[in-house]
């Protein structure tokens, strides 16, 4: 095997989006030499592509805002399925998450009085999302690429080298979390080997501590708002590392994407188009938003237009307009309105903010949306309806982390955080929570990554020559040139066998996903989702690449299809099991949530290797083990936060009783 | 459709990009023979600036040097306003202001033209315009320039493009002066006020051009509030940033607009002068 | 490299199922639909040339679709960078008929369909392969920038701001740094030997939004922004042509909002003589 490049480091961040960014500049102030290995070009995360802000109970808009009011949106947001801790540690860190932004550079909307402004959101109670526009997700990567790059200026002056103790490796792929086998079973991460996707060479990072931040994984869905980036990678790391991922069911539909023209249906129409005035109607005119209010939500929102319009101007004397119910709720109606005919001509409905505003507004407070809509689908949204429907937005389920540190939980050495985690959000995330938890996590996950690495000053694990070489072959397998980590007999067959292009096999997971695993679904569909997912694991073992190693995204998609496989079949697998409808998680023939479900997290791990690996991969029984876990009970004082009559929907009776 | 998919390598050979290939055909960057690739008519803009500007040079050159026929009552060309020398015709009430005296024997309108054509000179958009249409450096964007080396503005003559805004100031003097040429177009023939001619008119036109020109300029934006770093502290020049900002957005239109008038007042004195037409009066 | 021959039917090109379920896959070919003639450089810094390419075009489809037709049925090795394809990352930076622009946001309904449409990678910069080039020139520059400089007196949550004061600044930040004003800009397009001493457009944006940034205590601490922009960031070189702002996908205002009043800040720095004396007389008597 030829020679391959190693550098030491002491914490590798894989991921450079809000979370990993965050984290880098946590690990490098607690004087840590930090790696950040990222897929783009540094700047370019998907982080970029969040728009209505950032959840955060400064109070600055309405100063009944608290913590405590904050953490419930959460928990209710997440239909209490979220890990408490989880949401407690957000709710209390955001606003000073946000407030340090600041004196990195960051410029958010302001309020009156000089403050940090606050918008209103779906699920949230209060005006709580610190804001840019709608673009404030590029407020956030840009605020932490700089502050990265003010990081580096200091150690330019100290060493006369920027690169002293943070580097960003742009353009490079993690494929393989390395680990020093451990004395009693208990493996320790030992480093990452990447290759950089512009020369295709090989390199690997020695480091005690790995922290995932890839995000998450709706390249796997046909009809998404998310980009190329998004194959799953952390959450496959992690499971072939060893750890377990929880509540994979759990996908966020988010309900206003584009649905035309085709090539941009799924792009992201932000909530902050509802949450400063649109609304949703069909093609009858109504605002059907009204008809489903569920029954938990039903004294938390308006019944009729006027309250609804009313509660703008006066939220304290008039309820929410149910179009700022959560996302699972709005995404489903949205279907259901276009399942009964009433849809809009390109199979969406229509959200509106022309009616509501006047130009001037709209184009000053959704600037991109207006630039969007023009641009893409040649529709002026000051002076027309636009046309949206529900678009794979979110995963709430990740990597199994402790509530506190971040850190996997049975891989010593490996964190994560972001959307890559699991636990925070639930059953559904609300809108906002999403980058208030990249950086809530993202620091706590390079605080105690920094922690851990410190540790291991004295003994770093180590990385054998052996591994390395096994990671090789694996990545160039789709050259047809490396060994195939089966047996012989295996790799003999597959040479016979035709060779498959992997767009097409990218192409056909992505329908099977979108059409079998979507936003409703049914026990029958799931089950040909799984049978579809082994034969196309068996295609993408003979996805076969031209050309040579330097930047051939044939290759690169090649090697991504593994992640996106062993994800989908957890999304698939976990989604079967939960025999209930919650949150992101909808199923036709069990449409009730049911409170028994609620302590349930279904956890995902790496099928043990039967007789031989071949076996396990090729075999219809697919390669994850799925297993029920009860969660931990919520903490009496949390507990209290909410009113008996609402906690009796959520929890069972002897949960109740039991205090 | 299905036919002709099949890539083909792009056929026949590269010309050589020259001896020392720099810019675009610089060794490291995609193998291009074209300059630019450019399909549509990228040479109209900078041709029609360059011919525009070049007309305006050839007319105001002719109309600077003549040294004659720029007053006919009560009507100045503002090529020759303020008037500063001796040999200035006579101007009842007129910006006759002889300050250099009898010694200056050539047209008066050298003396004066050189503010207004500095302020035009390091204007910048005529700097654009010019260093486009005239220079080519660059002739449109992403159109190679034929130029070896080059500096822009950090040294040498150009580097006193900076003292736009001194041109500025003497640019306001000037259009003071002019606003009162204008008001003096309010007279008749027999300098009696409270009468209106075509001439007034265009007068009107011209001057209102020249100060929203004059006023619209990035250093006047920069003066009245852009320098500032706390809006928030001074509400009166925010506004009127604001304002010169809106006015800045047109600083192109502005620039040719007025640029046109001056040069139409001008034709008009000439013309009166010469006697081709008389002023029609309106009252 | 391979060529499908019906690549009518390869993936890429069927229809768009919907992600509300129950909607039927949408399998008729529509009316819209045509054949288009690309041109794409192909090839690395050894060389390379443009390649010709006939491949379908739906309805509202941009470039950037085109491309990855051609990735999934003709050239699946074809590099192109990209990320978001909605316009907010920058990555997908190319020029399209000789014009620098964004892949995912040029529609093909702007061009003739019997017009032959030139793809090639960003000129100004290196190239690596196919569309994708070097961008490190960039990361150097932003490099040079100094950071903002927090007020020392103010804690976090401490900062009060107004929004006027943060307006201008605000849109500078709306940058998606995808380098089409670097690219464009003649004097590193046109002269590689200017890239050492010029940062480029987006770097003086940079400059100009800290100096008009209401909190940054940059001066404060010894480092004046407005000379810096001219002595470390080579404003100078800029001749105020305003290709930058012409290509900007975001429509900043680039040479209006930040280089012009980046200039005349320098102005008053080192071209006022007012200032100049102020400054004289200081240093005397200090």
């Known amino acids: 095997m030829a020679h391959v490049e190693r550098q030491q480091w002491d914490v590798v961040i894989v991921g450079a989006g809000g979370a990993g960014l965050r984290a880098a500049i946590e690990a490098r102030e607690q004087g840590l030499r930090t790696a950040v290995i990222c897929k783009s070009l540094f700047g370019k995360a998907h982080t970029v592509m969040a728009e209505g802000g950032i959840a955060a109970s400064m109070g600055n808009v309405n100063e009944g805002d608290n913590w405590q009011v904050h953490f419930r949106d959460t928990m209710r947001g997440g239909k209490f399925l979220n890990q408490w801790r989880m949401a407690e540690l957000h709710a209390r860190e955001a606003p000073e998450r946000v407030w340090e932004l600041e004196t990195w550079g960051a410029l958010f909307d302001r309020t009156p009085d000089g403050r940090i402004s606050q918008r209103n959101f779906g699920g949230h109670e209060y005006p709580r999302l610190a804001h840019v526009g709608d673009r ?169 237009e006027q309250e609804a319009d009313g509660w703008y101007e006066d939220p304290d004397n008039n309820r929410r307009p149910p179009e700022l119910l959560p996302r699972d709720e709005v995404a489903r109606a949205i279907n259901a309105e276009v399942k ?317 009783t039991s205090e | 459709m299905a036919t002709g998919t099949e890539p083909q390598q792009s056929t026949g050979p590269r010309p050589p990009a020259g001896p020392r290939p720099t810019g675009v055909h610089t060794s490291t960057r ?158 008749n023939e027999e300098y009696e006020w409270g009468h209106m001619g075509v001439g007034t008119l265009v007068f009107l036109a011209n001057i209102v051009l020249i100060w929203a020109y004059t006023l619209s300029c990035h250093s006047c934006r920069h003066i009245v509030g852009g320098r500032l770093r706390h809006f928030s502290k001074h509400p009166v020049r925010y506004r009127l940033w604001g304002w010169v900002g809106k006015l800045n957005e047109r600083h192109m239109l502005l620039a040719w607009a007025s640029l046109l008038s001056v040069a139409l007042a001008d034709f008009y004195v000439y013309l009166l002068a010469t006697g081709t037409i008389t002023d029609p009066r309106l009252f | 490299m391979t060529t499908q021959a019906h690549h009518g039917a390869g993936p890429g090109t069927e229809g768009i199922g919907g992600a509300v379920s129950g909607e039927a896959p949408d399998t008729t070919r529509p009316e819209t639909s045509y054949d288009a003639h690309f041109e794409v450089w192909r090839g690395d810094v050894d060389g390379g040339g443009l390649e010709d390419f006939t491949v379908e075009v739906n309805e509202g489809e941009v470039v950037l679709d085109i491309i990855h037709r051609l990735q999934a049925t003709q050239a699946p090795d074809l590099a192109v960078r990209w990320n978001c394809k909605a316009g907010k990352c920058g990555s997908c930076s190319a020029e399209i008929n000789g014009r620098p622009r964004l892949l995912c946001m040029t529609r093909m309904s702007v061009f003739d369909r019997d017009e032959i449409v030139t793809v090639t990678p960003l000129r100004a910069f290196p190239v690596v ?43 500078f930040r709306k940058c998606i740094e995808c380098f089409l004003c670097q690219d464009t800009c003649h004097v590193v397009r046109d002269h590689e030997e200017n890239k050492a001493a010029f940062a480029g457009p987006r770097f003086l944006m940079r400059v100009a939004e800290l100096d008009m940034h209401p909190l940054d205590a940059a001066e404060e601490a010894g480092h004046d922004r407005k000379t810096a922009a001219q002595d470390d960031h080579g404003l100078g070189y800029c001749n105020i042509t305003k290709c930058c702002t012409e290509v900007c996908p975001e429509n900043i205002k680039i040479t209006d909002n930040a280089l012009i009043p980046l200039k005349e800040r320098a102005a008053d720095r080192k071209y006022d003589p007012l200032v100049w004396l102020g400054n004289k007389i200081r240093r005397r008597t200090t």
């Open chain 1, 136 to 304: 404030t997700g590029l407020e956030l990567i840009r605020t932490l690429q700089q502050k990265v790059v003010s990081l580096q200026q200091e150690d330019f002056k100290e060493s006369g080298d920027y690169e002293a103790r943070i580097k960003v490796f742009q353009e490079c792929t993690v494929t393989q979390i390395l680990k020093e086998p451990g004395s009693e079973g208990e493996d320790r991460v030992s480093g990452v080997f990447c290759y950089e996707r512009e020369s295709g060479r090989f390199f690997v990072i020695e480091a005690p501590a790995v922290v995932l931040a890839t995000g998450g994984i709706g390249k796997s869905f046909k009809v998404t708002s998310n980009s190329w980036e998004y194959t799953g990678d952390g959450h496959a790391l992690a499971l072939l590392a060893g750890a377990s991922l929880i509540n994979m069911e759990f996908v966020q539909f988010h309900p206003t994407g584009m649905v035309w023209p085709p090539s941009v249906k799924g792009i992201l129409v932000t909530e902050s188009v509802r949450g400063d005035g649109g609304v949703l109607r069909n093609s009858e005119g109504k605002r059907f938003m009204f008809d489903y209010v569920p029954d938990v939500f039903k004294e938390k929102y308006a019944e009729s």
């Open chain 1, 340 to 656: 009964a005919g009433r849809g809009s001509p390109h199979g969406g409905v229509f959200l509106d903010v022309s009616t509501r505003m006047s130009a001037e507004t709209i184009k000053r407070r959704l600037p991109s949306m207006h630039h969007q809509f023009r641009e893409l689908a040649d529709v002026d949204i000051t002076a027309e309806p636009m046309e949206v429907g529900p678009t794979c937005h979110y995963v709430m389920g990740g990597v199994d982390v402790d509530s506190d540190t971040a850190a996997a939980r049975g891989v010593p050495g490996l964190f994560a955080a972001g959307e890559v985690a699991g636990g925070m959000h639930g059953s559904n995330r609300l809108g906002g929570n999403s980058l208030s938890d990249l950086l809530v996590f993202g620091r706590r996950a390079g605080l105690y990554a920094a922690e851990y690495a410190r540790g291991c000053a004295r003994e770093r694990p180590r990385v054998a020559d052996e591994q390395i070489d096994t990671a090789a072959a694996e990545a160039l397998r789709p050259f047809g040139v490396g060994p195939a980590p089966a047996d012989e007999e295996t790799a003999g067959e597959a040479a016979e066998e035709s060779a498959e292009n992997p767009y097409a096999v990218h192409q056909d997971l992505q329908r099977a996903m979108n059409d079998l695993v979507g936003i409703i679904r049914r026990e029958e569909e799931m089950s040909e989702a799984l049978d579809r997912l082994a034969e196309l694991r068996e295609r993408a073992r003979r996805a076969k690449v031209e050309g040579h190693r330097q930047f051939n995204p044939g290759w690169h998609l090649a090697l991504d299809l593994r992640n996106m496989l062993l994800v989908s079949e957890c999304v698939a697998r976990a989604a079967l099991n939960r025999t209930e409808s919650r949150g992101g998680h909808t199923r036709d023939d069990h449409p009730e949530m049911d409170r028994e479900w609620r302590r349930a997290n279904l956890v995902c791990t790496l099928a043990a290797e039967g007789a031989s690996g071949a076996e396990a991969e090729t075999g219809r029984a697919g390669r994850i083990a799925l297993r029920r876990r009860e969660m931990p009970p919520i903490r009496k004082d949390l507990l209290e936060l909410f009113e008996k009559e609402e906690l009796i929907k959520y929890l069972t009776d002897e949960e109740l």
């Open chain 2, 30 to 187: 995609a193998a291009i023979a074209e300059p630019h690739l450019r399909k549509d008519r990228w040479w109209l803009a900078p041709a029609a600036t360059a011919l525009g500007l070049l007309a305006f040079v050839v007319y105001s050159s002719w109309r600077a040097f003549a040294n004659t026929d720029y007053y006919h009552a009560p009507y100045v060309s503002p090529f020759y306003s303020p008037c500063l020398a001796d040999n200035c015709a006579t101007m009842k009430g007129g910006p006759n202001w002889g300050l250099f005296g009898e010694w200056w024997g050539l047209s008066p309108a050298l003396l004066i033209l050189i503010f207004p054509l500095g302020f035009r000179l390091t204007c910048y958009y005529y700097r654009k315009a010019y260093y486009r249409g005239f220079w080519a450096s660059p002739p449109a964007c992403a159109v190679a320039e034929p130029h070896k080396k080059y500096t822009g503005e950090t040294r040498f003559p150009l580097i006193l493009q900076n003292i736009h805004r001194y041109f500025f100031y003497a640019a306001m003097l000037v259009a003071v002066i002019l606003t009162w040429d204008t008001v003096l177009g309010f007279r």
């Open chain 3, 129 to 171: 392969r196919d569309l994708v080039t070097d961008v490190g020139f960039n990361y150097e520059k932003a490099r040079q920038v100094p950071a903002f400089v927090p007020p020392p007196d103010l804690g976090p949550g401490e900062y009060r701001m107004q929004q006027e004061d943060v307006g201008r600044s605000q849109e």
